[in-house]
């Protein structure tokens, strides 16, 4: 299969943007890995194969219903790419407003993410 594009990472931006999970799932490896911004660990949440990354995803979005990436740039070397994006929303429980720059890393294997690696920034007063 040929190496992953800007083109790629396009669509799954817009596969992220339009909230539909099976869409974005289509876009992962069966096996694929999705290590969130925020968790316990180091690597936050490590969500593997897409059955816990489709309960994550719509978790999220039933809690983050207008939750949107706003695409700054992107660019790809090889087998990795990286979307750098400003992420907004409201969380319903809280009311808390998301308006964070972060950044997704994905690792592609055969045209699919393999890994994608999330980081986004934390306001602190």
Known sequence: ??????????????????????????????????????????????LRGKPAIGAFLRERFSHIPDMYWHPHFRFVSGDRGVSYWTVTGTDRRTGKALDLHGCDIFHFRDGRIAHKDTFWKTIEP
Do not use: Q
């Open 1 to 46: 299969m040929a190496e992953p594009t800007e083109a790629l990472i396009m669509e799954i931006e817009a596969a992220f943007n339009s909230r539909d999970v099976d869409r974005i799932l289509s876009f992962f490896c069966e096996d694929g890995v999705f290590c969130t911004a925020r968790g316990p660990t180091r690597t936050g949440i490590e």
